[in-house]
């Protein structure tokens, strides 16, 4: 029990002691009024006053208050206070470490204005004293004049407001990336960055790739990775002003998403004309090609590198002309401008254009401009439409030529009535040829033709009615006299398809119809 009540004293002494110690230097500090600090706010020649008792702030002068608030750093008083020295004392950090062994330093800087300042601190038991002082302040200074100081304030008030609200980020560093001022933006761009629990202190942390803000080109990009994974996109601009660097960093996530939608668009694109068999080249209104797919290469045998090159409409068709892959036209200068010269054309007016190549294919080329300048050329293969087509005419031609050489008048109609093949033995017998204007040319005009050259009946009205009967239907004969006398055997025969043959056949000699003859079969019930 002695020994516990002997410490307990001994603990309840030690407090005493160290209230009465802190105390005296509190007292120390008193002036004689025993209400202010000694030394502290007593007179106007100290300047901007503060005391710390480390990092914390135990007191301040009105004018050192005013400054502190308008250091936009959501921190410290003592971070807050070294974001301000910083730019004006570089070395005020480090002596100011080292100030409870020297326990005095005194520094001399300048402000923005190129007026004198001294900073004094002082380590006064075991509290830290930071006076910054005017050298011009005793009633030289141009701001003495009330009206004048008071216009500065409110400018100094508006500037300070447009940074604040400003949408971008803007800073000053020193040659070695170190910042030494921020607005708002970067503060709290900075602040929203730390981890949770962190709080945001001096210097501020780099924002950006120091060696991109150190070049200085214009146009620089950078981004800002959020935690949550979100990315932020800057257009960077760097203002060298002696030593430092101001830099200022403007939003531009639209126009990224834009670009980034934009090559998006095109990859699909690219891969959809990848699979087309057209040939695809699309020119910006310089004429410089953009996009191609693979079936260009193919087709015009250009290298893959030449056309990664962006090269112009007319470079291009310069070296297929090398290649063989173009006609060759008597002018080609003149017909290669052609190409240049769709964009001075209507906008829906194109080029289009067959090559026959001297390689045997065929080529379908169409140039179409469009509404910003640009123009798309389009390639495509027809060689085997191209003989196909030839082979229907030559087919055509020899079932022609087959048709012509029989004797009998043939007739062709189509499932409609509409006249599609003759031969040369029926526009001798009928003395006209309808094969010129097969489009007009039917069964009604056909028939009403041949009853002007034949004797009256009613065969021809009999033959309208087969020629458009839908179903099944069986081949007919019947005789008709012609004009002159002349006994015509005509006969009607289905074909595939609908179409009706209809043919005509002068008889050698001329009997008298017979009963039977006049009971004909004409179509099956």
Not at 444 to 460: S, V
Request: hydrophobic fraction near 40%; glycine fraction near 8%; proline fraction near 6%.
């Amino acid at each position: 029990m002695d020994m516990s009540l002997t410490l307990g004293l001994g603990l309840g002494l030690t407090s005493i002691l160290s209230a009465f110690g802190a105390g005296l230097v509190l007292s120390g500090l008193k002036g004689r009024d025993g209400n202010q600090p000694k030394g502290l706010f007593h007179d106007r020649s100290d300047g901007t006053i503060f005391l710390f008792d480390g990092d914390v702030l135990i007191d301040a002068s009105p004018s050192a208050r005013a400054l502190l608030s308008g250091v936009n750093i959501p921190s410290s008083a003592w971070s807050k206070l070294m974001a301000y020295i910083e730019p004006l004392f570089p070395e005020a950090a480090r002596h100011l470490a080292d100030l409870q062994n020297t326990g005095l330093v005194v520094l001399e800087g300048e402000d923005s204005d190129s007026m004198p300042i001294h900073l004094r601190a002082e380590w006064v038991g075991g509290l830290t004293r930071i006076a910054l002082i005017d050298a011009e302040s005793l009633g030289k200074h141009p701001l003495s004049d009330p009206l004048v100081h008071r216009a500065m304030s409110e400018e100094l008030s508006v500037l300070r407001g447009m940074l604040t609200d400003a949408p971008m980020l803007a800073w000053r560093e020193r040659e070695d990336g170190e910042v030494i001022w921020a607005n708002t933006g970067y503060v709290l761009t900075s602040a929203s960055l730390l981890e949770p629990g962190r709080d945001l202190t001096w210097p501020l942390p780099r924002l950006f790739d120091r060696i991109a803000t150190a070049q200085g080109a214009a146009g620089q990009r950078q981004r800002i990775l959020r935690p949550d994974g979100a990315e932020r996109w800057f257009d960077l601009t760097v203002v060298h002003e002696g030593s430092t660097r101001k830099i200022f960093a403007l939003p531009c996530d639209g126009a990224v998403n834009a670009e980034a939608s934009l090559r998006d668009l095109m990859q699909t694109l690219t891969r959809t004309f990848a699979h087309l068999p057209t040939g695809l080249a699309v020119f910006d209104r310089n004429r410089k090609l953009q996009l191609f797919n693979p079936a260009l290469v193919d087709l015009t045998g250009l290298p893959p590198d030449f056309l990664s090159s962006r090269p112009t409409v007319l470079a291009m068709l310069d070296l297929m002309r090398d290649r063989n892959m173009v006609p060759e036209p008597k002018d080609y200068r003149r017909w290669r401008d052609q190409f240049v010269a769709i964009e001075a054309q209507d906008g829906n007016a194109e080029y289009q254009e067959m090559w026959n190549l001297a390689g045997g294919q065929t080529y379908k080329v169409v140039g179409r401009p469009q509404a910003n300048g640009s123009m798309a050329l389009m390639f495509e293969d027809i060689s085997g439409e191209m003989m196909r087509t030839r082979r229907f005419y030559a087919n055509l031609e020899l079932s022609q030529s087959v048709i012509d050489s029989i004797d009998e008048a043939m007739a062709v109609f189509s499932e409609t009535g509409q006249v599609v093949m003759l031969n040369e033995a029926y526009a001798r017998l009928w003395g006209h040829d309808p094969s010129e204007k097969l489009s007009e040319s039917g069964i009604r005009q056909a028939a009403t033709h041949w009853a002007q050259h034949t004797a009256p009946g009613t065969l021809w009205s009999e033959a309208e009615d087969f020629v458009a009967t839908v179903g099944d239907r069986i081949c007919w004969q019947m005789d008709a006299r012609l004009n002159d006398g002349r006994m015509l055997n005509c006969r009607f025969q289905p074909l595939s398809g609908g179409a009706t043959l209809i043919g005509f056949r002068v008889a050698r000699t001329d009997p008298a119809p017979s009963p039977s003859e006049l009971a004909r079969p004409r179509r099956r019930a």
